[in-house]
Every structure is written in C-alpha cells, then in structure tokens.
C-alpha cells in the first residue's frame, strides 16, 4: 500500500469532486459518482487495488458545500480522508464495516473545518 499515493488520491478526489460541482454546476453526487469511476479507472491502469478507495472517500470529502469549507479547505480534508483511510486499511480496523468510506471522510471532515475555524477566527 503506497501512503503517499492514497493521501494524493483523497486530496484529488476531494478538489476535482468540489470543482465539479462549483465551475460546473454538477450535484453533489454526480461529481462524486464520476471522480468514483475516473479513481477506479486510475486504479485499474496503476494496477493499485488502494487507490480507487482513496479518490472515493476523497470525493466524499469533497461534496462538502463551499459555504462550509472553501477549495484549500477540502482539498486538505481530502487528504486527510486518504491518512485516515490508509491507517483504517494498515491497522485492519473496521473489518467488513459498510460505510467505512464515508465515515472516513466525515470525521476528517469534521476535523478540518473545525480546526481551521479555530484557527482562522477573526
């Protein structure tokens, strides 16, 4: 399992998901539907098994609504989602767990709009 690899793929999915949906007007299920099976397809041609999960729950990351969190912001959680998935996946934590995924995506989420929210407080 290549870390670095996974924590770009979550990054990637979590921007290309937003893009989509902010430049040009897709839902946010839509985008994430399509950067799903462009992750997989990438994948498939990387022959890496890791990396499709890694886009996928980036592009959960990545159907947070701009006014929750801007392009940097999501594209950090994002590569959050890709650490959190890569430990999850090492540590063999969550077996046969359905929505790992979007759980993954939610608590790195969460932890990145919080923190910068404390950070960034005017």
Do not use: D, H
């Amino acid at each position: 399992m290549n870390f670095v690899l996974m924590i770009l793929g979550g990054m990637g999915g979590a921007a290309a998901t937003s893009v989509l949906q902010q430049k040009y007007g897709m839902t946010a299920v839509a985008a994430s539907s399509l950067v799903g099976l462009l992750g997989a397809a990438i994948g498939s041609m990387l022959s890496n098994s890791y990396l499709p999960a890694a886009v996928f729950a980036g592009s959960f990351a990545g159907m947070t609504a701009i006014a929750v969190a801007p392009l940097g912001t999501t594209a950090l959680a994002g590569a959050g989602a890709g650490v959190l998935l890569a430990l999850v996946m090492a540590f063999k934590a969550f077996p046969e767990y359905g929505g790992r995924l979007g759980t993954v995506a939610f608590i790195s989420t969460c932890l990145v709009v919080r923190t910068a929210s404390v950070f960034l407080k005017k």
